[in-house]
């Protein structure tokens, strides 16, 4: 049974970090694309951050680019994958819902900014961020 957990969210002050994590089981996650979308109340979904198989290419969007980082680990026996978005600068605008995903396919930036591009999707985790 294919899962992806979130953990590691939660309330922290403008320009505080927060490290949120998503563990990814029940499929050959080692062979997948991991990244993290994000909606915030009231707003469409956005992209935020991606990282290619092997952790060779990663892609930003404007808004967190510097601020934020990918990573992620897959375990020696290709069970379980995560992936980790290092959170720093935070400001209010990064208030939201902050969604693990996990895609069959690489591309370029716009195709993987796209929903479409991802086979996976965690439950989500909230990001509060205080002014």
């Known amino acids: 049974q294919v899962q992806l957990v979130e953990s590691g969210g939660g309330l922290v002050q403008a320009g505080g970090s927060l490290r949120p994590s998503c563990a990814a089981s029940?499929?050959?996650?080692?062979?997948?694309?991991m990244g993290w979308l994000r909606q915030a109340l009231g707003k469409e979904r956005e992209f935020v951050s991606v990282?290619?198989?092997?952790?060779?290419?990663?892609?930003?969007?404007?808004s967190v680019k510097g601020r934020f980082t990918v990573s992620r680990e897959d375990n020696a026996k290709n069970t379980v994958s995560t992936v980790s978005l290092q959170m720093s600068s935070l400001k209010p605008e990064d208030a939201a819902v902050y969604y693990c995903t996990a895609g069959r396919r690489w591309g370029i930036k716009v195709t993987m900014s796209r929903d479409t591009a991802y086979d996976y999707w965690g439950q989500g985790t909230q990001v509060t961020v205080s002014s």
């Open positions: 029940g499929g050959t996650f080692s062979t997948y694309a």
């Open positions: 990282i290619s198989r092997g952790g060779t290419s990663t892609y930003y969007s404007d």
